[in-house]
C-alpha cells in the first residue's frame, strides 16, 4: 500500500490552466478506471471533484476534469480563479478492497 | 441531505484504546460501504479502513489487527474501535460514504481528533 506520488505544489494566475499529476503503479492508478480527486480548504473536510479517473459529480463546477495515461492521472483546473486555491489530493482502488491516496498538492492562485 | 457527524475522539496514552462513532443520515445507510479515513496533523489523507453493506471488513496494513471497524444499521451508526494506539496515531479520524463501484468517498464528515500522548 505505497502511496501515490504528486507534485507538492503547482501555481497559476488566475484564467490561467494547471495540471496536477499523480503517478502509481500497474498495481493501482494502471490497473483500474477508479481514481478520484479531492480538495480541501484549510479546516475543512475533503470534498469529492472527480471520480473513476474522468467523472464529475453533479454541482462540481466545468472547469475540472480528470485523465489517465497508463500509471498517470490528471487534475485540470482552467480558468483559476481564487477560490481554487486549496490542496488537492488523488485516491486510487489498490485491489482488495483497499485504496491509496496521494501526498497532497497545495494549489495557489498568484 | 446526506450528514456525517463524528464523535469520540480525544486524548490518550499509547497503549490505549478509544471508539469512535459515526451518526449518518440523510441516505439508506444499511446499503452503502462506509470507511474511515485520517489525517495526521499538516499531513495528506492515509485510508484506514472499510466495512461493506453487507458487512465485510477492510483495513489498511498500518492498523490491521489494531483497529476493529463496525457498524450498527438499526441506529445508522459506524464505529472504529482502535486500541494499542500509537503516537503515528494521531490524526483528525474522518468517516465517509463510499461508492463501492465507483471508489468514491462522495461524503464525508467534519473529522473528530484523536491525540495519542504520554
Known amino acids: 500500500q505505497s502511496a501515490l506520488t504528486q507534485p507538492a505544489s503547482v501555481s497559476g494566475s488566475p484564467g490561467q490552466s494547471i495540471t496536477i499529476s499523480c503517478t502509481g503503479t500497474?498495481?493501482?492508478?494502471?490497473?483500474?478506471?477508479?481514481v478520484s480527486w479531492y480538495q480541501q480548504h484549510p479546516g475543512k473536510a475533503p470534498k469529492l471533484m472527480i471520480s473513476e479517473d474522468n467523472k464529475r459529480p453533479s454541482g462540481v463546477s466545468n472547469r475540472f476534469s480528470g485523465s489517465k495515461s497508463g500509471n498517470t492521472a490528471s487534475l485540470t483546473i482552467s480558468g483559476l480563479q481564487a477560490e481554487d486555491e486549496a490542496d488537492y489530493y488523488c485516491?486510487?482502488?489498490?485491489?482488495?478492497?483497499?485504496?491509496?491516496f496521494g501526498p497532497g498538492t497545495k494549489v495557489t492562485v498568484l | 441531505e446526506v450528514l456525517l457527524v463524528e464523535s469520540g475522539g480525544g486524548l490518550v496514552q499509547p497503549g490505549g484504546s478509544l471508539r469512535l462513532s459515526c451518526a449518518a443520515s440523510g441516505f439508506t445507510f444499511s446499503t452503502y460501504a462506509m470507511s474511515w479515513v485520517r489525517q495526521a496533523p499538516g499531513k495528506g489523507l492515509e485510508w484506514v479502513s472499510t466495512?461493506?453493506?453487507?458487512?465485510?471488513?477492510y483495513y489498511a496494513d498500518s492498523v490491521k489487527g489494531r483497529f476493529t471497524i463496525s457498524r450498527d444499521n438499526s441506529k445508522n451508526t459506524l464505529y472504529l474501535q482502535m486500541n494499542s494506539l500509537r503516537d503515528g496515531d494521531t490524526a483528525l479520524y474522518y468517516c465517509a460514504k463510499v461508492s463501492v463501484g465507483t471508489a468514491k468517498f462522495d461524503y464525508w464528515g467534519q473529522g473528530t481528533l484523536v491525540t495519542v500522548s504520554s
Open positions: 485516491c486510487s482502488y489498490a485491489g482488495s478492497n483497499s485504496y491509496v
Open positions: 500497474s498495481s493501482d492508478v494502471g490497473s483500474y478506471n477508479l
Open positions: 466495512i461493506g453493506g453487507g458487512g465485510g471488513t
